[in-house]
């Protein structure tokens, strides 16, 4: 599947990517040197340790630039009266009356315990482009599906958080 990022979200996955290229990459090999000159190897627990450290950060290298190759990019604007990325919404759910709060957010910075919702979830596919006032179904799959209130729309959201759990 297709990761879809903002281009502030490119921004900051390009950041990482640079961090720890020039300054985690660098620490990483000098680690692996001073652990490699205490001598025997083969119980050398420092040398293990930085080794995988090392090769933790070039797979997490690969994985972010294997993200940005293949990712969509997404706008992150939308008109003043819609929802659209960044957008708090308060909903009301039609068959209880429950109030909830999300943030729309693109799959990356998706968190349900924080009630960010990604634009791909049912939720935030429902939500995205509609105003406050309307009736939105939120299908689940074919068969059930269940309907919410969208009773208010706040544009302040910061974008700027960090970019957490890839």
């Known amino acids: 599947m297709r990761e879809k990022l ?6 900051k996955i390009q950041e990482e990517i640079d961090h720890r290229k020039l300054v985690i990459r660098k620490e990483a090999i000098e680690a692996v040197k001073e652990a490699r000159a205490q001598g025997d190897l083969s119980e050398n627990f420092e ?17 972010l630039e294997r993200m940005l190759k293949t990712a969509d990019i997404v706008e992150d604007t939308s008109k003043s009266d819609e929802v659209g990325m960044n957008d708090i919404v308060e909903v009301e759910f039609e068959e209880d009356g ?3 709060k999300y943030k729309l957010v693109t799959s990356i910075r998706g968190n349900s315990l924080e009630n960010r ?18 009736r939105v179904e939120v299908k689940v799959n074919d068969n059930y599906s269940y309907f919410l209130l969208i009773r208010s729309i706040d544009k302040t959201g910061s974008e700027d ?3 957490r759990g890839f």
Do not use: F, M
Request: aromatic share 6%; net charge neutral.
């Open 6 to 11: 903002t281009h502030r979200d490119v921004e």
């Open 47 to 63: 040398y293990y340790a930085a080794k995988k450290h090392k090769n933790q950060n070039e797979s997490r290298i690969r994985y």
């Open 98 to 100: 429950e109030i909830e």
């Open 117 to 134: 919702v990604s634009i791909e979830s049912p939720i935030g596919k429902a939500l995205k482009g509609h105003k406050a006032g309307e």
């Open 161 to 163: 958080e960090e970019i």
